[in-house]
C-alpha cells in the first residue's frame, strides 16, 4: 500500500479506459462501459467484489478512438486518476453496457503493466504530495493558491446566491483546502479535455495553479460578456451546477445559449396568448391553463416537456369556435348535384331536404347518413360533392381494416407516441367544426385486443351524445353536433345493429345500362380524354360502342370497370395519334432531302408554313366502330347465354344480391338411378340446403297435382331416383333464402321433363305450404335480369312496392309477375301453365326419350 495526505490506494489497481473524458481528483464523473476489457473489469472487481478496496480502480484517459474489436491494449497514457466507483448501473439496450459514477480520488503513475487479459493490471505509484499553503503563506505558492482563490470567489460571486446550488458551492469554497481547488473547478467550468488532461498531468501543485489559473480567468470573461449582453435570470445558476449526494458536478455548462432560451420564453408566451384567443369552452379553457403553468415550472429536459407543449398546441389549433357559412341556395344545389352525377334521385333529394329545413332552422344537427350499395357506384364522390354543395369543408377517413378502438378515441397521453384519433385529427386539418366527414367502408371493421372501433363510433354518430365527445387525448369535451356525417357501406350485414341504428340508410343501387351510357359521355369519356392528352377532335366514342362495352366486356353495378376499358381504348388511340404524328415528320423530312437546289429552299419553306400542323390534330377523328373495339378490347369477355344454357329441362334462372351488385344464377339439376338421395353441389350455405330440401318436399307432396313422376313412371319422384342439384360458379360462395322459386322451378322442370321459358328469372322463399316470401334487394335483381336480357321477371308479391325504384323505361321493357304462391310461379316459367292443358310425357319427350 502507497499513502499520502491521509489518501490511500492499492500499490495494484485494475485500470479502466475511458475516451468520454478526464476525470480529476476531487470530481464525481458518469463513464459508460461498453468494450470486452472494461466489461470484464466492471464484472470481476466491481459486482464481485466485496471490499472497499475492489471498488477503487485506475481511470486511464484513451485518447485516441477507441476500438472495440481491436485484441492489442492501446498506448496507455503514463498518468491516471484513482477512482472509486460508487455506482454501478447496467443495461442491454441498445447493447450490453454499464454506466458507472466515479468519484476521483488522487493522481498516480502507471510503474509496471502486470497483464492485459481479461482486463489491464498495473503497479501504480501515488503522485499527489498534498502540501499545505498554510504553512507558506507568503511565498510563491500561497499567492497563487490566493490569486485562484479569490478567482472562484468572483465566479460564484457572478451568480444568484439566492439559489441553494450556488450558496452551497460558495460555502465548499471557505470548506475546502485550497490545492483541492484546481482540480475541482477545472472539471467544472468549460473546458476541452486536452486542457483537462494538461491539469491531470500537473502533478506539481504550483504548476496546477499556473495551469488552471487561466481556465478560471477566461470563464470570467465569458460570464461578464454574457452580463453585458442581457440581464441575468434567476435560473441562469439551475443550470450551471447541481448537488447530488453530496457530489458537485455540471448539469450545464456556462456558455448557454441564451438566444435560443429567449426564443423558448417567446414560444411559450406566443402560445399563452393563442390559448386566450383560442375562444375555447371553459372546461376545455381551465386544463390549458393548468397545462400553461406546468410547463413554465418545467425544465426543457424533462421528456414531459415535450408532450405537455404538443398537448398545447393542438388545442389551440382545434376549431372551436371557427366554422363554414352553408350555401342554402336550393336551385343552385341542385344544378350542382346534377352536374356532378347523373341518376342518385334518392341522395340528392335528401341532401336538398337538409337545405330546406336548414332555412328554416339554422341550429340544425348534422345528420348521419349512410350510402349502402355496391362498389363503383360514386357513394364516395357523392360525399365530397354535398361538401361543395354546401360549402363546407370535406374530410375521408378510410376505416377498412381498421381494429384499434384508438383510432377512433385517440390514446391516453400517458403513453409513449400517443396521440388523437382520427376525428380529431381530421378537425385539425380542415380548421372548422362543421365539415363534412366521409367514414368509408364502415362495413369493413374490424376487432382485436385493442378494442372495437364499430362500438368507439356509437358516440360519434349518435346525435344525442356527440355533442360531447371526449377523445382519450384531449380528455375533454368537443361538440361534433355541426359535423356531417356521411357513412359508406357495401352491406349492412357486417354493421353492428347498434351502430346501424344511429345512421340513416340510404340505398344506392346499381346503374341501369341507359345511366351507364349517359354517365361514360358526361363523365367518363371526357376525364379519360384528358387524363391520356386526347381531345374529341382526335377520338370519338358513339353511344352504340358506349352500349357494346357495357353490356359485352363489362358485367358490374358502378362503372369503374367500363372506366377502365374506356381508359384502354384512350391509350390505344394515343399511339397512334404519336405515330401519325412522327410519321408526319419523317416523310416531310424525307420529301425535303429529295428536292435539289432551289427546290429543296422552296420545299424548306413549305415545311416551315406547314409546321404549325405537324402538332395538329388528324384531320379525321378515329370513330371506334365494333371492328376497331374488338381489336383494342379482344374478344367479349360477356356473351348473352342465357338460350343456350336453357335447351334441356332441369335448368332455371334465378336472381341473387351480391355485394357487388345484382346476379343472375343458374340452377341445373339431373337424375338417376338411386335410393332416393339429393345430393348439392356449389359451394351452399346452410339457408340454400334447406330451401333444396323444402323444393323436394313439396314437390313430392304434390306430385300427384303436377303429374310429376321418377324415371319408371312410379308416382313418388324420388323412388329408386337420386337427384343431383348444382349451382355454377362453384368457386363462389352461395347462401340466403331467395333461390327458394328457383330451385322448385329447376326440380319441377326435370321432373316433368319440360322446359323452362328461357327469357324468365325469378327470385323468392318458399314455405313448406307453398307460400312464397318476400326478399330484399329487388332492384339490383332486376337490373340483373335486364342487363342479361330478359324478357320476364318472377318476384314475390309482397315486393310490388319495391318497383317504384327501379325507371320506368325498365318497367316498360320487362314483365313483371307478382306470385304469392309456388303454384303462380311454376305457371309463369312454363310456357302454356304448369301443368300444360296437353301435358306431354316424360316418356314422349324428344329430350328424354333420347336419354331413355
Known sequence: MSSSGGIQIP??????????????????????VDTARNMQLVKSRLLKGTSLKSTIIGVIPNTKDPDHDSEELPTLHSIGTAGLAVQVVGSNWPKPHYTLLITGLCRFRVAQLLKERPFPLAVVVQLDQLEQLTNSPDGELGELGERFYQAAVQLVGMLDMSVPVVAKLRRMLDSLPRETLP????????????????????????????????????????????????????DDDKKVLSVRKGRVFP??????????????????????????GASMPEPALRVCVKELKRLKKMPQSMPEYALTRNYLELMVELPWSKSTTDCLDIRAARVLLDNDHYAMEKLKRRVLEYLAVRQLKSSLKGPILCFVGPPGVGKTSVGRSIARTLGREFHRIA??????????????????????????????SVGVNNPVFLLDEVDKLGKSLQGDPAAALLEVLDPEQNHSFTDHYLNVAFDLSQVLFIATANTTATIPPALLDRMEVLQVPGYTQEEKVEIAHRHLIPHQLEQHGLTPQQLQIPPHTTHDIISRYTREAGVRSLERKIGAICRAVAVKVAEGHKM???????????????????????AQRESADLSAPPEMPILIDPIALKDILGPPLFEMEVSERLTLPGVAIGLAWTPLGGEIMFVEASRMEGDGQLTLTGQLGDVMKESAHLAISWLRSNAKLYQLTNMSGHPDPMEGTDIHLHFPAGAVLKDGPSAGVTIVTCLASLLSGRLVRSDVAMTGEITLRGLVLPVGGIKDKVLAAHRAGLKRVIIPKRNEKDLEEIPAHI???????????????????????????ATTSPLTHPHLASKL
Do not use: W
Not at 23 to 28: E, K
Not at 261 to 276: H, M, S, Y
Not at 399 to 411: A, E, M, P, T
Open 251 to 276: 448539469i450545464r455548462q456556462f456558455s448557454l445559449d441564451e438566444e435560443a432560451e429567449d426564443d423558448d420564453g417567446d414560444d411559450i408566451t406566443l402560445l399563452e396568448r393563442k390559448v386566450k
Open 183 to 234: 482540480d475541482v473547478l477545472a472539471s467544472m467550468i468549460r473546458t476541452t479535455n486536452k486542457e483537462k488532461l494538461q491539469v491531470l498531468d500537473a502533478v506539481s501543485l504550483e504548476e496546477r495553479f499556473k495551469k488552471t489559473l487561466p481556465l478560471l480567468s477566461r470563464q470570467i470573461e465569458g460570464l461578464k460578456l454574457l452580463q453585458k449582453t442581457r440581464k441575468p435570470k434567476p
Open 811 to 837: 318497367r316498360a321493357e320487362l314483365d313483371f309477375v307478382a306470385a304469392g304462391s309456388v303454384d303462380q310461379v311454376l305457371n309463369a316459367a312454363f310456357g302454356g301453365g304448369f301443368p300444360a292443358a
Open 11 to 32: 500499490g495494484r489497481l485494475p485500470l479502466l479506459l475511458t475516451h468520454e473524458g478526464v476525470l480529476l481528483p476531487g470530481a464525481t464523473m458518469r463513464i459508460s
Open 584 to 606: 408526319s415528320k419523317q416523310e416531310s423530312s424525307n420529301h425535303q432531302q429529295d428536292q435539289p437546289g432551289d427546290e429543296k429552299e422552296a420545299g424548306a419553306e413549305e
Open 399 to 428: 376505416l377498412g381494416g381498421v381494429c384499434d378502438q384508438s383510432d377512433i378515441r385517440g390514446h391516453r397521453r400517458t403513453y409513449v407516441g400517443s396521440m388523437p384519433g382520427r376525428i380529431i385529427n381530421g378537425l385539425k
